[in-house]
């Protein structure tokens, strides 16, 4: 018993301070303020479809008539022909270099080589390098984008590319290069709706253009959204589930290829090329962040021109103007997509 007592006597310290320290008070503000913290809006809307890392696809377009080519690049008189068809190999890449919450900086690069199938061009010059060549645009593009707060947001994006006729590499010049840009200011309004305003430079209709663009991207309930980039393209969406998205809308396609020919008057002409693609499209997502594309629509001649020189301000001197016939076209794409 007195061998008890004493133990418990000893005791009494340990559990005295064993209460002190269970009702001991936390000054919590050591730990930081949550409601201090800076946040910041995200690059996209719920149910939006996944952007696109790594993409390779092709198309395929019916045959169509090209009239008014010019006999030689020199005389006025004109030929017309007929594509049984026309390919195109496509190709993009985009990685990501920052992405935190604060900033998102993308690096890419871009392939898009067309080939037009012409039974019989003859000797005409033009025709003759078309149904023999690639006509090939391929560049290196970035995009940023950069939230201001929870509402705002900037998105800036330039390319540079290459386009033309090149039977080899030595032919690749400065007259090639097209220089293209955007810059956006965006007010995310909520995890559902996103809008934009701003100014591109873009060769997207075939000649150097100007101009005023609007984003808008928005998710109205669980299927049913759209996404536009006017008036570079816009789709209504529609989700099936979160592995499958339907696609209805439009894209404006082009730029301007360079072409050697030896009888112009200084060696070369433009070729100027703008495509309006009505189409259907859907995404479906085949394993991880694989996903397929497959689309269809029409392909409709924006512009078609031959020009001598074009310096972006003044047209020295117009070879023809075509009016390509309009035909289908159908295409696929495997597409490894972001998170």
């Known amino acids: 018993m007195r061998n008890q007592l004493a133990f418990l006597f000893l005791l009494l310290p340990f559990l005295s301070m064993a209460q002190e320290?269970?009702?001991?008070?936390?000054?919590?503000?050591?730990?930081?303020?949550?409601?201090?913290?800076?946040?910041?809006?995200?690059?996209?809307?719920?149910?939006?479809?996944?952007?696109?890392?790594?993409?390779?696809?092709?198309?395929?377009?019916g045959g169509f008539d090209i009239p008014d080519l010019p006999v030689s690049a020199m005389l006025p008189a004109m030929q017309n022909f007929t594509a049984s068809h026309m390919t195109a190999i496509k190709a993009q890449v985009n990685i990501p270099v920052i992405s935190t919450n604060k900033l998102i900086w993308q690096l890419g690069a871009n392939y898009w080589g067309s080939r037009i199938a012409i039974a019989a061009p003859g000797t005409n010059l033009i025709a003759k390098q078309?149904?023999?060549?690639?006509?090939?645009?391929?560049?290196?593009?970035?995009?940023?984008?950069?939230?201001?707060?929870?509402?705002?947001?900037?998105?800036i994006q330039a390319s540079a590319d290459l386009n033309g006729i090149f039977h080899e590499l030595k032919d690749i010049n400065s007259k090639s290069l097209t220089i293209s840009g955007t810059a956006l200011y965006g007010w995310k309004l909520s995890e559902k709706n996103m809008v934009g305003a701003g100014l591109a430079r873009t060769y997207r209709a075939g000649q150097i253009m100007h101009l005023p663009v609007v984003l808008w991207n928005k998710t109205f309930n669980d299927k049913w959204g759209m996404e536009l980039l006017l008036p570079a393209r816009g789709y209504l969406r529609y989700n099936f589930s979160t592995a499958s998205i339907m696609q209805l809308g439009f894209e404006l396609e082009g730029n301007q290829f360079w072409m050697n020919l030896a009888n112009s008057t200084n060696g070369t002409i433009f070729i100027q090329r703008g495509e309006l693609k009505p189409r259907i499209m859907w995404d479906k997502k085949l394993t991880g962040f694989l996903w397929f594309n497959a689309q269809?629509?029409?392909?409709?001649?924006?512009?078609?021109?031959?020009?001598?020189?074009?310096?972006?301000?003044?047209?020295?001197?117009?070879?023809?103007?075509?009016?390509?016939?309009?035909?289908?076209?159908?295409?696929?794409?495997?597409?490894?997509?972001?998170?």
């Open 130 to 155: 078309l149904a023999t060549h690639t006509l090939t645009s391929t560049g290196i593009n970035t995009t940023i984008f950069k939230p201001l707060n929870e509402k705002n947001f900037l998105i």
């Open 296 to 339: 269809a629509g029409l392909r409709y001649n924006w512009r078609f021109d031959g020009m001598d020189v074009y310096n972006g301000k003044a047209l020295n001197q117009r070879y023809f103007t075509s009016a390509l016939g309009n035909p289908l076209y159908v295409g696929f794409s495997l597409n490894f997509v972001s998170p």
């Open 21 to 61: 320290d269970s009702t001991e008070v936390f000054d919590y503000s050591k730990f930081g303020d949550a409601q201090g913290v800076k946040r910041y809006c995200n690059q996209k809307v719920l149910n939006q479809t996944p952007q696109r890392i790594i993409s390779l696809g092709m198309e395929r377009m």
